[in-house]
């Protein structure tokens, strides 16, 4: 019998290494700035160029980031979230530190910081009285993992279904909109999810479509359906950049990400890591607005 594996467990087989550090392309003579004092508002005047930014994140949200094993051996994190960072970081003239945590506790360590910031990330009106968001810079489909049979390509497909989904998604809080009585279990990660299902414990695991595509791809025998927009719209959002609200960096962060767009470059690397069928095609409408006024 074939031994299925996630993306994480076969990295960590195929090499060991520690974590890289990111840092962005800013000149490293640069000094750092310093993002105002915890709860100001006061961003105006506030200049990037030089500022030292902490990104926080799971490392295994494939294909957003994800450990890749070098050369040399070492695992360093990459991904679409992570392309778009560094691309940032070079445009503006920061820095950042990529550190992993599990989603359960990102929420918490961005709100304790205001030189932190997280992505992949849909804005609701609870999280906005927290948080502030960049526009979109990708449009997610939500996906339905099982262990063989039929692809879940409709809601009404999961009911009397036993349901993993990671804790405080919008995966988890659509499905319990949608499918109240439905039996739902939450564990703190993806990967937790992918191995009740793996197991035979848990038949589907709710999760960001991209995600489960790499799953999939890693995984001998499961099998990936995707539902249709239209069933999720009102409950899944486009995917944001995310910081503490009133940091000072997060206009400067949008106003970047929008050029992006424009230029084709998120285009381009949603097309490397995720695949050509996630892509804007040149119809960014719904990106959204920031919730930075003026930005």
């Known amino acids: 019998m074939t031994q299925s594996i996630n993306r994480r467990t076969f990295l960590e087989l195929v090499g060991s290494g520690t974590l890289l550090t990111l840092a962005g392309c800013g000149s490293a003579n640069d000094a750092p700035s310093q993002a105002p004092a915890a709860g100001s508002t006061d961003t105006a005047g506030f200049d990037i160029k030089g500022a030292k930014l902490t990104f926080v994140g799971d490392d295994a949200f494939a294909?957003?980031?994800?450990?890749?094993?070098?050369?040399?051996?070492?695992?360093?994190?990459?991904?679409?979230?992570?392309?778009?960072a560094d691309e940032m970081a070079s445009r503006l003239g920061f820095s950042y530190d990529f550190e992993p945590q599990e989603f359960a506790a990102t929420l918490a360590s961005v709100q304790g910081s205001d030189a932190?910031?997280?992505?992949?990330?849909?804005?609701?009106?609870?999280?906005?009285?927290?948080?502030?968001?960049?526009?979109?810079?990708?449009?997610?489909?939500?996906?339905?993992?099982?262990?063989?049979?039929?692809?879940?390509?409709?809601?009404?497909?999961?009911?009397?279904?036993?349901?993993?989904?990671?804790?405080?998604?919008?995966?988890?809080?659509?499905?319990?909109?949608?499918?109240?009585?439905?039996d739902i279990h939450t564990y703190d990660g993806g990967d937790q999810c992918l191995q009740e299902v793996l197991s035979g414990r848990i038949d589907a695991y709710l999760?960001?479509?991209?995600?489960?595509?790499?799953?999939?791809?890693?995984?001998?025998?499961?099998?990936?359906?995707?539902?249709?927009?239209?069933?999720?719209?009102?409950?899944?959002?486009?995917?944001?950049?995310?910081?503490?609200?009133?940091?000072?960096?997060v206009a400067a962060l949008d106003e970047c990400?929008?050029?992006?767009?424009?230029?084709g470059t998120i285009d381009k690397f949603i097309g490397q890591y995720v695949g050509e069928d996630f892509e804007w095609g040149g119809d960014t409408s719904a990106t959204g607005a920031s919730t930075v006024a003026g930005s």
Do not use: W
């Open 63 to 84: 294909p957003y980031r994800y450990l890749e094993v070098q050369g040399d051996g070492t695992q360093r994190v990459v991904g679409l979230d992570i392309a778009i």
């Open 116 to 182: 932190s910031f997280t992505m992949a990330m849909s804005a609701n009106a609870e999280r906005e009285e927290t948080f502030d968001f960049t526009r979109g810079y990708y449009q997610p489909l939500v996906g339905a993992l099982t262990l063989g049979g039929d692809a879940i390509t409709r809601v009404e497909d999961l009911a009397g279904k036993s349901i993993a989904c990671t804790t405080g998604t919008v995966q988890n809080k659509f499905i319990s909109k949608v499918l109240p009585d439905a």
């Open 207 to 249: 999760c960001d479509g991209a995600e489960g595509q790499s799953m999939r791809d890693a995984n001998e025998g499961l099998v990936l359906g995707l539902l249709d927009r239209e069933e999720t719209k009102d409950h899944v959002g486009v995917y944001r950049l995310m910081a503490k609200k009133g940091a000072a960096f």
């Open 257 to 263: 990400i929008g050029q992006m767009l424009d230029d």
